[in-house]
């Protein structure tokens, strides 16, 4: 069982960007998938984007409210994944997680399709 550390949250202004990184223990994050979810107070945790595998072409998918705005990308090297999302906006809040997948041939960005996850970064985004 992978265990993941995410860094890289904090209060930030409404326009401006971050950078979430994400590590793991355990394994090499470079096996899996990697998605990133965020939960915003009183909602349900939603998925935000998530980057398969460099040997299957290191696809990656966003979801609406970030197309545009998101760079999911992956130093295999450091074995380290990172978002950085641009133009934040206060609905952007939440706590961000990072999750792994196993390698299947079906993924889709939702909870259930992860199996290891991390202890999350708050992001604030407010003037």
């Known amino acids: 069982q992978l265990e993941l550390v995410e860094s890289g949250g904090g209060l930030v202004q409404p326009g401006g960007s971050l950078r979430l990184s994400c590590g793991a223990r355990?394994?090499?994050?470079?096996?899996?998938?990697v998605g990133w979810f965020r939960q915003a107070p009183g909602k349900e945790r939603e998925g935000v984007s998530y980057?398969?595998?460099?040997?299957?072409?290191?696809?990656?998918e966003y979801a609406d409210s970030v197309k545009g705005r998101a760079t999911i990308s992956r130093d295999n090297a450091k074995d380290t994944v990172f978002l950085q999302i641009a133009s934040l906006k206060p609905e952007d809040t939440g706590v961000y997680y990072c999750?792994?997948?196993?390698?299947?041939?079906?993924?889709?960005?939702?909870?259930?399709?992860?199996?290891?996850w991390g202890q999350g970064t708050q992001v604030t985004v407010s003037s």
């Open positions: 980057i398969r595998t460099s040997k299957l072409g290191g696809i990656t």
């Open positions: 999750a792994a997948a196993r390698p299947r041939a079906l993924l889709v960005l939702e909870p259930w399709a992860f199996d290891d």
């Open positions: 355990g394994g090499a994050l470079a096996d899996y998938a």
